[in-house]
């Protein structure tokens, strides 16, 4: 009876190990999460329900600071743009062009983030990873 109880406690150990997910999955915001990484979506300008501009955005993170991103809008070319950025707590502060704003992190996960800045006008930037 004694084996028999050791055997189960053994067999329950096992399979539970082997079911727990991995935590190394976990995906924070924070710059060295984005470093090396390409993001493809929309910036929307808004002014209550009313759309002002939409704004199709690619936007790579070299690295913990620098990028780059092409802005397309219709009726425009594409413009191509550097910028540096900072990240504290859920603030992502891009430095640079007309994204330039300090916008507020409102959904983040490994393959789809959304940021929203505020001044005359709401601007809601929606991205998916592409790698």
């Known amino acids: 009876?004694?084996?028999?109880?050791?055997?189960?406690?053994?067999?329950?150990?096992?399979?539970?190990?082997?079911?727990?997910?991995?935590?190394?999955?976990?995906?924070?915001?924070?710059?060295?999460?984005?470093?090396?990484?390409?993001?493809?979506?929309?910036?929307?300008?808004t002014d209550g329900d009313k759309t002002i501009r939409t704004i199709n955005v690619e936007m790579q993170f070299f690295d913990t600071q620098n990028g780059q991103y092409i802005l397309r809008e219709d009726g425009f070319g594409a413009e191509v743009y550097k910028f540096n950025y900072s990240i504290e707590?859920?603030?992502?502060?891009?430095?640079?062009?007309p994204?330039?704003?300090?916008r507020t992190m409102l959904e983040f996960a490994k393959d789809r983030m959304v940021l929203e800045a505020?001044?005359?006008?709401?601007?809601?930037?929606?991205?998916?990873?592409?790698?």
């Open 99 to 102: 994204l330039f704003s300090k």
């Open 1 to 45: 009876m004694k084996n028999l109880f050791r055997t189960f406690v053994i067999l329950f150990l096992a399979i539970v190990s082997t079911s727990c997910s991995n935590d190394n999955d976990d995906f924070r915001f924070d710059s060295e999460s984005l470093k090396q990484t390409t993001w493809e979506g929309v910036n929307l300008v």
């Open 89 to 97: 707590g859920k603030i992502m502060n891009i430095e640079d062009g």
């Open 118 to 131: 505020l001044s005359s006008y709401k601007s809601t930037l929606t991205l998916n990873r592409r790698y």
